[in-house]
């Protein structure tokens, strides 16, 4: 597997939501973008993308189930909602991964641009959210650590 790659998209600390396993998951899924980025530039892409998508897409399944759970412990009241954006990531990238997989046109460049615009996007603005819901909550001393 390649390594850390700086080149396509770097964590920057606006991302960081203060939360240190969500903000750890984050950096792990910018890294594997820079991944898939790279296989696109180099001509490997068929080859690195095959390895590294099916990674990426169990890594993401883990984070969104690691985020709905947190989510769900604190009550947060938009959980269906983001709940809702993260299914319909999930579509997103199975179809286009099953059209790359049946030879179908599939351009992997314009896929690594769609995972890194939707990552820092979902991040900066729905993550956001329920980052500043738990500081609320947390200020008004209703954050249990159960």
Request: aromatic share 12%; charged share 25%; proline share 2%.
């Amino acid at each position: 597997m390649v390594g850390v790659v700086e080149d396509f998209v770097t964590w920057e600390d606006r991302y960081a939501l203060g939360i240190p396993f969500i903000d750890a998951q984050h950096k792990e899924l910018l890294r594997l973008t820079n991944v898939l980025f790279v296989a696109c530039q180099d001509g490997s892409a068929n080859d690195i993308f095959r390895e590294t998508i099916k990674g990426t897409v169990k890594y993401v399944s883990e984070h969104f189930s690691a985020e709905e759970a947190m989510m769900n412990r604190i009550k947060y009241p938009k959980l269906a909602e983001h709940k809702k954006e993260h299914e319909a990531f999930v579509q997103k990238v199975l179809e286009d991964v099953r059209q790359f997989e049946s030879g179908h046109s599939f351009v992997p460049n314009t896929f690594v641009r769609f995972l890194k615009d939707w990552i820092l996007t979902h991040i900066a603005v729905s993550d956001k959210k329920y980052a500043d819901y738990i500081m609320h909550i947390k200020k008004a001393g209703n954050l249990t650590s159960s």
